[in-house]
């Protein structure tokens, strides 16, 4: 084989192999944006669940507030007296230990399946059995 003809084979596989190396260069790049993306897209996906959880948890908050402020009231009425603001919050109070409780230990037993009507009857129930419970605390410690 002649000795330029050598030569230009090398030259050739020396192409042929910057090429391959700018090709697998490019690809680097390409993966290393894709995953820039993945990352960005995961991190899209994070904040958009931490803001429903936290949407969740401020309409359960708000939820809560109604239903403890309406038992307060029908506490008020069975009870009597003119301590309006305190009934609210024994209210308030027992409608987040009634939802707390029965998260914790009756939802698997006890399926209340209620009338929903503007105000949810379920949590108004539970939120009473919270408030009636919070009350019998009270007793028992003022002893």
Known sequence: MDI???GELRSKDLERLQRYHA???RLQEKEAKSQERF????CLQACLSAVSRFNALMNNLVDLLVVGIVVGLII????GGKRRL?????GIIGAILGSFLY???LSSVLNLSLPSLTLDLNQIV????GAIVFLGIL???KR
Do not use: P
Request: net charge positive.
């Open 39 to 42: 990352r960005y897209i995961m």
């Open 23 to 25: 090709a697998w260069k």
């Open 76 to 79: 008020g009425l069975f009870l």
């Open 4 to 6: 330029t003809r050598l």
């Open 103 to 105: 998260q914790q230990f």
């Open 86 to 90: 305190s009934n609210v919050v024994v």
């Open 126 to 129: 539970i939120a009473l059995i």
């Open 139 to 141: 007793k028992l410690v």
